[in-house]
């Protein structure tokens, strides 16, 4: 079997640490790819992508999907900062309409998400941007673990929590943990009109029951969802001239 962890922190702390121990638990080969280390830039908005050609920036994106290419499981496992991912995370999210042609490889691979905080009360939405770049890769989380942990090594504190994941990995049966949506894990909900999962929309009412439920960023509504944005050539050709007029109306060269 092999492992493919991703890491957004620089350090060997918690994060590497928790990958290795995952990886001898699963008796696994190891791949730990530093996302903080890789050349990743920004997404042109150029949508060629979406349209099945090749993305003509010249970065590590494409190698970071072929190595997660070779992995039986995925397993991110990376820190909180600043409520957030680190933003070499966010960077290679914003580039992940490139995965669409590794879906149906990826589809079949078991993704773990395991982050670490220092702050009970800064945990912040790092675990939705987590579960967000798995499925933007189209994997859906089975377990995601969040580890209060500070300084690097005292994850191993804990170690029981990084065992339930490897035996979530093993067994491949998917865990929600106290206050996660039940639908897709997310840790963060809106209020509107009543409680609302941010990342999937399922609706929820005052004692956490599913009242409606909602698919948002599942594998089949990604794949809908980009049939949707090639949509937006067509309705932008027809609109072109007509955004061009109002933009040279109002604003000045
Ligand atoms: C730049 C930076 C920002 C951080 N921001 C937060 C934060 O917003 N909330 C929090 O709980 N911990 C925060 N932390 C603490 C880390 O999440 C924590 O130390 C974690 O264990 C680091 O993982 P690592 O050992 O794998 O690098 C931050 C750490 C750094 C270096």
Not at 44 to 47: E, G, W
């Given at each position: 079997m092999k492992l493919i962890a991703l890491t957004g922190?620089?350090?060997?702390?918690n994060s590497e640490i928790s990958a290795r121990y995952i990886a001898n638990k699963l008796n696994a080969d190891l791949e730990i790819l530093r996302i903080a280390n890789m050349n990743i830039k920004p997404c042109?908005?150029?949508?060629a992508c979406i349209f099945g050609e090749k993305c003509k920036i010249d970065d590590d994106v494409y190698f970071i999907l072929e190595e997660i290419k070779k992995g039986d499981v995925i397993l991110i496992s990376s820190p909180v900062y600043w409520l957030d991912s680190p933003g070499k995370i966010k960077a290679f999210i914003d580039r992940c309409f490139m995965a669409i042609p590794y879906f149906e490889d990826f589809k079949e691979k078991k993704g773990a998400i395991v982050y670490f905080y220092g702050f009970e009360e800064l945990r912040g939405w790092a675990s939705t941007t987590y579960n967000l770049m798995l499925r933007c890769i189209g994997i859906e989380p089975l377990i995601i673990m969040p580890i209060h942990s500070?300084?690097?090594?005292?994850?191993l504190e804990k170690k029981s929590n990084l065992d339930i994941v490897a035996e979530v990995l093993k067994n491949g049966k998917r865990v929600v943990l106290d206050?996660?949506?039940?639908?897709?894990?997310?840790?963060t909900f809106k209020f509107k009109n009543g409680f609302e999962?941010?990342?999937?929309?399922s609706k929820f009412n005052d004692r956490f029951e599913v009242i409606e439920k909602s698919e948002r960023f599942s594998l089949d509504w990604m794949i809908n969802h980009y049939d949707e944005l090639r949509k937006f050539k067509d309705v932008y050709i027809e609109k072109r001239s007509y955004l061009k007029d109002l933009i040279d109306k109002y604003i000045k060269k």
């Open positions: 922190s620089m350090r060997r702390g042109k908005a150029c949508y500070p300084l690097p090594g005292e994850v206050g996660q949506c039940p639908i897709c894990l997310s840790e999962c941010s990342l999937c929309g």
